[in-house]
T-cell receptor, first 111, second 117 residues
C-alpha cells in the first residue's frame, strides 16, 4: 500500500463546475501538505501549501487538510478549460524536506 | 528569468547503455532534488543535495538499486547518472531546486524523458 493514495481519474467536468480532488494518506507523521498542477510534458508547479489541519483559500482554489481523518482536498470553483491538467497531492514530514506524491488526478474541463 | 532547466529534454538509450542527465537549478538555490516519474504515476523521490553535499539518497538505494548515482560537485549543476539502463528505467526524471533548506517551495524543471529500448 502506498503512503499517499489518489484516484487517478480521469475526471471530466463542464466549464464552470466545482471540482473536488482528494488524497488519503497513512502516515500520521506528515506535517506539510501541498497541491501541484502538472501540464502535459511540463514539470509540476505549486498551487497550494498548507501546514497541519485547516483550510486555505487562494482565488478559485481552496485546500483542506483533516489530519484526524488523514484526508486532504483541493476544491476548484468556476473551473476553466485552462485548469485541464494533472493535479498531484504531495506531503512532507518536515519543512523543506523531500516530497511524497500521490499518483495524480487527470482533470479535463470541457468548454 | 531562468527557472530550472534540464537537458536533454528527451533521451533514447539502448538497454545496457549508460546515460547522464543534467540539471541547472535556479541561480543561488542551495537545495536540489531529483525525482523519477513513471508514466501515469506521481514523482518519486530519488536524492537530495544541500550545496554539494548529498544528504539523502534513500530513493537511489532501494528502487533503482545501485545503478543510479547523482553528483553536484560545485553546489550548482547536478548530474544524474544511470548505468546499464534497463527498460524499467524509462520515465521522466525531474529536478527541483529551492532557495534553502528552510524554505518550502520546490521549483521543478520540465524533466528529461528517458526511453530505454
Amino acid at each position: 500500500q502506498k503512503e499517499v493514495e489518489q484516484d487517478p481519474g480521469p475526471l471530466s467536468v463542464p466549464e464552470g463546475a466545482i471540482v473536488s480532488l482528494n488524497c488519503t494518506y497513512s502516515n500520521s507523521a506528515f506535517q506539510y501538505f501541498m497541491w501541484y498542477r502538472q501540464y502535459s510534458r511540463k514539470g509540476p508547479e505549486l498551487l497550494m501549501y498548507t501546514y497541519s489541519s485547516g483550510n486555505k483559500e487562494d482565488g478559485r482554489f481552496t485546500a483542506q487538510v483533516d489530519k484526524s481523518s488523514k484526508y486532504i482536498s483541493l476544491f476548484i470553483r468556476d473551473s476553466q478549460p485552462s485548469d485541464s491538467a494533472t493535479y498531484l497531492c504531495a506531503m512532507s514530514y518536515n519543512q523543506g524536506g523531500k516530497l511524497i506524491f500521490g499518483q495524480g488526478t487527470e482533470l479535463s474541463v470541457k468548454p | 528569468g531562468a527557472g530550472v532547466s534540464q537537458s536533454p529534454r528527451y533521451k533514447v538509450a539502448k538497454r545496457g547503455q549508460d546515460v547522464a542527465l543534467r540539471c541547472d537549478p535556479i541561480s543561488g538555490h542551495v537545495s536540489l532534488f531529483w525525482y523519477q516519474q513513471a508514466l501515469g504515476q506521481g514523482p518519486e523521490f530519488l536524492t537530495y543535495f544541500q550545496n554539494e553535499a548529498q544528504l539523502d539518497k534513500s530513493g537511489l538505494q532501494h528502487g533503482p538499486s545501485d545503478r543510479f548515482f547523482a553528483e553536484r560537485p560545485e553546489g550548482s549543476v547536478s548530474t544524474l547518472k544511470i548505468q546499464r539502463t534497463q527498460q524499467e528505467d524509462s520515465a521522466v526524471y525531474l529536478c527541483a531546486s529551492k532557495r534553502n533548506s528552510a524554505t518550502d517551495t520546490q521549483y521543478f524543471g520540465p524533466g528529461t524523458r528517458l526511453t530505454v529500448l
